[in-house]
């Protein structure tokens, strides 16, 4: 549920995504800002997609949660 509850944590810190074609892009490796997604319930409709993308402080709080995921494992015992 991405679409307009809270905001989603996300691992990456935040930076500009890169002038060339990339998949999964991850950001740098520290930083001081980290990214959120899929908008939260205060937040306009063009921002509660999950496209949506923005910096945050990570010491700020309010409508932001997570995601708990975890990996599932193929026949051939990779994590997916």
Same mark, same amino acid.
């Given at each position: 549920d991405m679409h307009g509850n809270v905001y989603e944590w996300? @691992?990456?810190? @935040?930076?500009? @995504?890169?002038?060339?074609?990339?998949?999964?892009p991850t950001g740098?490796?520290?930083?001081?800002?980290?990214?959120?997604?899929?908008?939260?319930?205060?937040?306009?409709a063009t921002s509660c997609r999950s496209a949506h993308r923005r910096s945050v402080n990570p010491g700020l709080f309010g409508d932001i949660g997570f995601r708990v995921v975890i990996p599932t494992v193929t026949e051939q015992g990779l994590l997916k």
């Open positions: 996300c @691992y990456d810190w @935040y930076a500009a @995504y890169p002038e060339e074609l990339v998949v999964n740098p490796a520290n930083g001081s800002r980290k990214v959120v997604r899929g908008g939260g319930w205060g937040s306009t």
